[in-house]
Nanobody, 127 residues
Framework: QVQLVESGGGLVQAGGSLRLSCAAS????????MGWFRQAPGKEREFVAA????????YSPDSVKGRFTISRDNVKNTVYLYMNSLKPEDTAVYYC????????????????????WGQGTQVTVSS
């Protein structure tokens, strides 16, 4: 049974930082690209960051580029999201996801490309 368990969310002031973690079990971690998405109340789930098998490719949208960094540890089966310079508009439930990709260097950004999802962790940024 595949499980993705997020942790590290919480309440932080604007300008602060958080590190989210996502521990994977029940799958062979390294052939999966990993991603982070977020969903604010009343909004669609949106892409935040992705990383390829080996970590050689990362991708994130302009809204978080330069502030958020994704990384992975294939020994610990864990993917991380480092979030700096947080803004109130970053408030959302953050989800990690795993995508079975046929080749390395892919960092998918579309929800339908992901096969497994975690339950999410709440991030709240106060102004």
């Amino acid at each position: 049974q595949v499980q993705l368990v997020e942790s590290g969310g919480g309440l932080v002031q604007a300008g602060g930082s958080l590190r989210l973690s996502c521990a994977a079990s029940g799958l062979t971690f390294s052939p999966y690209a990993m991603g982070w998405f977020r969903q604010a109340p009343g909004k669609e789930r949106e892409f935040v960051a992705a990383i390829s098998w080996s970590g050689g490719t990362t991708y994130s949208p302009d809204s978080v580029k330069g502030r958020f960094t994704i990384s992975r540890d294939n020994v610990k089966n864990t993917v991380y999201l480092y979030m700096n310079s947080l803004k109130p508009e970053d408030t959302a439930v953050y989800y990690c996801a795993a995508a079975a990709t046929s080749q390395d260097m892919r960092a998918p950004s579309r929800r339908y490309e992901y096969d497994y999802w975690g339950q999410g962790t709440q991030v709240t940024v106060s102004s």
